[in-house]
């Protein structure tokens, strides 16, 4: 890659520009940013990625409330919940790799209003999702000293992630159940219930939190074990409510057992989509915990700092889950009604607003990163180093999740399942990762040295490879029809020139 100077976002435009003309196509970027200002698109896209991204903004504030309140028992505290959050991670992503292989049939089949093909798609994640749960949550509950040796060899640390996973394991089967039905909820356009259930349960979550952890109403404090108390109480209580609301408005999710797990004949082809996309994560999930324990053996201040960077971070990203989403929804279900020129225009627009908000959130976090880190209780060393990992994920933020939202809420939506896995495979396996270790066990290189070698080789390797492909257009394939696919047609229809390679 070649050098460049000034902002990411104009190398990005420049290239993007270059590609254009080098096509006949010297004003198309203008053309695609003029797009995003279409009221039509945000009449449609705007009730799905707001209520997408405060459910995951509320989700997320389960962490921020773990991490605020434990933080102020110190850095040890903080630490260690930060990588006993890795056992809720890894389930978290199998079960998000099941869900989005799902979500490739429920998008589409509710683009050919295929209520059938909906509930038994149900069906498939769930027979998938409640083993998963109940194994993690027996492993983890009776192995936490294992799990938390994966990750650290500090016994301080071990010992206080043992307390929080004692209570925070029993939150893994109801994250599964939880993820199942808010991803029928979602691809069926009822984005206001799981938004609502999750608002109420991160409230639940804050008072629960502060009632074991510091101890209120006569109870004993619990330290780290009452965020892992708080945790799973409130985390069983979010699919219980979302079914209920369910019941009261009949959505898809309340329907007859029969028709449900009525899964024969679907294996062969649900799992020819779906083994893709859970490999997809359960690999990609590999490579990211082996680099966190290049980092939790890095420094105890050094991994409060990072925990917290991260805590931050995800307030960040829920902005882009709801832009994922929304994203996945209407390409998934335009291309599942057989619409592929629309699927491709709601692409784009997607594509060119993605880097335009990781601008304005790169903004905002340097200006806040001050007060934001000032929330919590670390030593003067991780605080100045939370600041710096701040400031230079702000930068990345930029063209961080350009390849997110083209691998979920593009390739995946238009049914091509396979591409994210090798993108993960390649750069995870052969360059990422890799390198990580390179930098920060064998090298002994600084901290935030190691973290930006991370960055900038995880950008750099996944753009190289998801723009080009993207622009191929080979990713669309239905799951709703059998006949070929004209996509040069389809490209023409949706106002651009032919790109096919």
């Given at each position: 890659m070649p050098c460049f100077t000034g902002h990411p976002f104009h190398y990005l435009t420049m290239r993007q520009s270059l590609l254009d003309m080098a096509q006949g196509e010297p004003f198309m970027f203008r053309k695609r940013v003029a797009e995003l200002f279409d009221r039509s698109f945000w009449a449609i896209a705007l009730p799905l990625i707001i209520p997408i991204a405060l459910q995951n903004l509320?989700?997320?504030?389960?962490?921020?409330?773990?991490?605020?309140?434990?933080?102020?028992?110190?850095?040890?505290?903080?630490?260690a919940v930060g990588l006993a959050g890795w056992a809720s991670f890894f389930v978290e992503l199998l079960a998000f790799g099941m869900s989005s292989g799902a979500a490739v049939f429920v998008a589409q089949y509710h683009g050919?209003?295929?209520?059938?093909?909906?509930?038994?798609?149900?069906?498939?994640?769930?027979?998938?999702?409640v083993p998963l749960g109940l194994v993690f949550t027996l492993g983890v509950g009776l192995y936490p000293e294992f799990v938390m040796r994966l990750f650290t060899d500090d016994p301080l640390l071990i010992a206080a992630?043992?307390?929080?996973?004692?209570?925070?394991?029993?939150?893994y089967l109801s994250l599964t159940v939880n993820l199942a039905i808010s991803t029928m909820l979602r691809c069926t356009e009822q984005v206001k219930i799981p938004m609502v259930t999750s608002g109420i349960c991160a409230a639940l979550n804050a008072?629960?939190?502060?009632?074991?952890?510091?101890?209120?109403?006569?109870l004993p404090a619990m330290g780290v074990a009452g965020a892992g108390l708080a945790t799973a109480i409130s985390s069983l209580?979010?699919?219980?409510?979302?079914?209920v609301i369910s019941y009261v408005?009949?959505?898809i999710v309340i329907a007859p057992l029969k028709q449900i797990f009525a899964v024969k004949g679907f294996f062969k082809t649900f799992w020819s989509r779906a083994l893709s996309v859970l490999l997809n994560e359960f690999f990609w999930s590999i490579s990211i915990l082996v680099v966190n324990m290049v980092f939790g053996r890095m420094g105890t201040d050094n991994y409060a700092a990072l925990t917290v960077e991260r805590t931050i971070e995800g307030l960040v990203f829920v902005f882009f889950v709801g832009i994922c989403n929304a994203c996945n929804i209407l390409v998934g279900k335009s291309i599942g009604a057989g619409d592929h020129a629309q699927g491709i225009l709601y692409s784009r627009r997607f594509m060119v607003l993605t880097p335009i908000i990781g601008v304005l959130a790169g903004l905002v976090i340097i200006a806040l990163r001050y007060p934001l880190v000032g929330m919590f209780d670390l030593s003067d060393a991780a605080m100045q180093t939370a600041r710096t990992l701040?400031?230079?994920?702000?930068?990345?933020?930029?063209?961080?999740?350009?390849?997110?939202v083209e691998v979920v809420g593009i390739f995946r939506a238009g049914g091509d399942t396979k591409m994210g896995l090798i993108i993960d495979l390649v750069t995870h396996y052969v360059f990422i990762t890799p390198a990580v270790i390179l930098a920060g066990l064998?090298?002994?290189?600084?901290?935030?040295?190691?973290?930006?070698?991370?960055?900038?080789?995880?950008?750099?390797?996944?753009?190289?490879?998801?723009?080009?492909?993207?622009?191929?257009?080979?990713?669309i394939k239905p799951v709703t029809q059998m006949e070929p696919i004209d996509r040069e047609a389809a490209l023409v229809e949706s106002g651009s020139e032919p790109t096919i390679v």
């Amino acid at each position: 890659m070649p050098c460049f100077t000034g902002h990411p976002f104009h190398y990005l435009t420049m290239r993007q520009s270059l590609l254009d003309m080098a096509q006949g196509e010297p004003f198309m970027f203008r053309k695609r940013v003029a797009e995003l200002f279409d009221r039509s698109f945000w009449a449609i896209a705007l009730p799905l990625i707001i209520p997408i991204a405060l459910q995951n903004l509320l989700m997320t504030s389960f962490r921020l409330v773990d991490t605020l309140m434990v933080g102020r028992l110190g850095d040890v505290s903080i630490a260690a919940v930060g990588l006993a959050g890795w056992a809720s991670f890894f389930v978290e992503l199998l079960a998000f790799g099941m869900s989005s292989g799902a979500a490739v049939f429920v998008a589409q089949y509710h683009g050919a209003n295929n209520k059938e093909g909906m509930l038994r798609t149900y069906g498939m994640m769930l027979l998938f999702m409640v083993p998963l749960g109940l194994v993690f949550t027996l492993g983890v509950g009776l192995y936490p000293e294992f799990v938390m040796r994966l990750f650290t060899d500090d016994p301080l640390l071990i010992a206080a992630g043992v307390k929080y996973l004692q209570f925070a394991c029993v939150s893994y089967l109801s994250l599964t159940v939880n993820l199942a039905i808010s991803t029928m909820l979602r691809c069926t356009e009822q984005v206001k219930i799981p938004m609502v259930t999750s608002g109420i349960c991160a409230a639940l979550n804050a008072a629960l939190n502060y009632i074991f952890i510091f101890g209120a109403f006569g109870l004993p404090a619990m330290g780290v074990a009452g965020a892992g108390l708080a945790t799973a109480i409130s985390s069983l209580i979010n699919p219980i409510m979302m079914l209920v609301i369910s019941y009261v408005k009949k959505t898809i999710v309340i329907a007859p057992l029969k028709q449900i797990f009525a899964v024969k004949g679907f294996f062969k082809t649900f799992w020819s989509r779906a083994l893709s996309v859970l490999l997809n994560e359960f690999f990609w999930s590999i490579s990211i915990l082996v680099v966190n324990m290049v980092f939790g053996r890095m420094g105890t201040d050094n991994y409060a700092a990072l925990t917290v960077e991260r805590t931050i971070e995800g307030l960040v990203f829920v902005f882009f889950v709801g832009i994922c989403n929304a994203c996945n929804i209407l390409v998934g279900k335009s291309i599942g009604a057989g619409d592929h020129a629309q699927g491709i225009l709601y692409s784009r627009r997607f594509m060119v607003l993605t880097p335009i908000i990781g601008v304005l959130a790169g903004l905002v976090i340097i200006a806040l990163r001050y007060p934001l880190v000032g929330m919590f209780d670390l030593s003067d060393a991780a605080m100045q180093t939370a600041r710096t990992l701040l400031v230079i994920f702000a930068i990345d933020a930029v063209v961080r999740y350009i390849p997110y939202v083209e691998v979920v809420g593009i390739f995946r939506a238009g049914g091509d399942t396979k591409m994210g896995l090798i993108i993960d495979l390649v750069t995870h396996y052969v360059f990422i990762t890799p390198a990580v270790i390179l930098a920060g066990l064998v090298f002994k290189l600084p901290f935030i040295t190691t973290y930006v070698i991370m960055l900038v080789v995880d950008d750099v390797s996944k753009l190289l490879i998801s723009i080009p492909y993207y622009r191929t257009m080979k990713w669309i394939k239905p799951v709703t029809q059998m006949e070929p696919i004209d996509r040069e047609a389809a490209l023409v229809e949706s106002g651009s020139e032919p790109t096919i390679v």
